[in-house]
């Protein structure tokens, strides 16, 4: 069992390295992405800096200068996630013909034992094509979705591909919607 | 704005730190300079998010810590996941009011800093808890026969 679970954090991690290294090939790389998120995480720390020092009681011209700041910002958010799209859809696909791959060879298989009984809506991914009630056994998709969340996460802040977090908060998370800006 | 001004703000993270609060940089890269500076009481911190990257780095660490020692102990349940979440908070905590001294107002307040990575850090807890669990802990029956 506890060879199962080493090779599951394995590889979690060879799949974010991998990842990580075919969104660096097809846009990380690239200039336009470059100059993109450079103007995003400017424009975004601008944005943020600006909003301190304006207090409330500033003049219209004042906050409709920020308003159309605001606006320029979310237009650039949009154009870098639509760069990122691309490939998004491209590794989405081939993670889920690896994770395909990987559920058949494991499935059944109990592959961790959880120190904890999982709350009802988790069980079933915890317990997922396993046999037997007992809701401690963990399966391949638990512990891969887990080993997933936490490697992908530090392995893109490791190489600093994370976007930053004024970029993020002023996108609200970095796949807003586009509809955002239809709505003002 | 220039593009040349963007990417000149992109490579700000691997040359020499200038004091003015607006750079342009992505994530802190974990280099050495970053690691003594975290270690270093009451650093200085040219902008929030070396300070916040310090916090996450921090509670990563913490997290496969703990998440080593309940599965040791074997703890079990939900008394795991408290102990995680108080111990990696008030650890953060101290980091940052304590050691760091920093003015959690430029945060967005404590709670903001406290928050800093929760998730990654619950799952970074989770893995190292299950994965020394299952190994010292998990019943002989329990393996399956294939």
Request: aromatic share 10%; proline share 3%.
């Amino acid at each position: 069992m506890i060879g199962d679970t080493i090779l599951i954090i394995f590889i979690s991690v060879a799949t974010a390295l991998l990842g990580e290294g075919l969104t660096w090939l097809l846009v990380y790389r690239t200039e336009k992405y470059q100059r993109l998120k450079g103007e995003v995480e400017k424009q975004s720390k601008r944005l943020e800096r600006q909003k301190e020092t304006v207090s409330e009681a500033a003049d219209k011209v004042q906050k409709r200068k920020l308003e159309r700041q605001e606006e320029k910002l979310k237009i650039n958010n949009r154009d870098l996630s639509m760069v990122k799209m691309k490939s998004m859809f491209a590794s989405s696909f081939t993670f889920m013909a690896l994770l395909g791959m990987f559920n058949s060879i494991f499935e059944g298989r109990i592959v961790a034992k959880l120190p904890f009984e999982p709350i009802p809506w988790i069980r079933g991914l915890s317990h997922r094509n396993l046999s037997g009630d007992d809701f401690t056994d963990c399966s391949f998709i638990f512990l891969y979705v887990l080993c997933t969340m936490s490697i992908r996460q530090n392995v893109q802040k490791l190489f600093g591909l994370a976007p930053s977090r004024a970029a993020s908060k002023a996108s609200g998370g970095f796949f807003a919607t586009p509809g955002q800006l239809t709505q003002r | 704005m220039s593009s040349s001004s963007a990417t000149s703000g992109m490579n700000s993270s691997t040359s020499p730190r200038s004091p003015t609060r607006l750079t342009a940089t992505s994530s802190e890269h974990v280099s050495m300079a970053f690691i003594k500076r975290c270690l270093t009481p009451k650093a200085t911190w040219t902008h929030k998010e070396e300070f916040l990257d310090a916090v996450y780095w921090l509670r990563q660490v913490v997290s496969i810590i703990i998440g080593i020692i309940v599965g040791i102990l074997s703890v079990k349940g939900f008394l795991g996941i408290i102990t995680f979440g108080i111990i990696s908070s008030l650890i953060v905590f101290i980091y940052a009011t304590n050691f760091q001294n920093v003015d959690p107002e430029e945060y967005g307040g404590i709670v903001e800093i406290i928050k800093e990575g929760f998730m990654t850090a619950f799952a970074t807890f989770l893995v190292s808890w299950i994965v020394l669990y299952s190994a010292f802990h998990a019943p002989e029956s329990s393996l399956p026969t294939i």
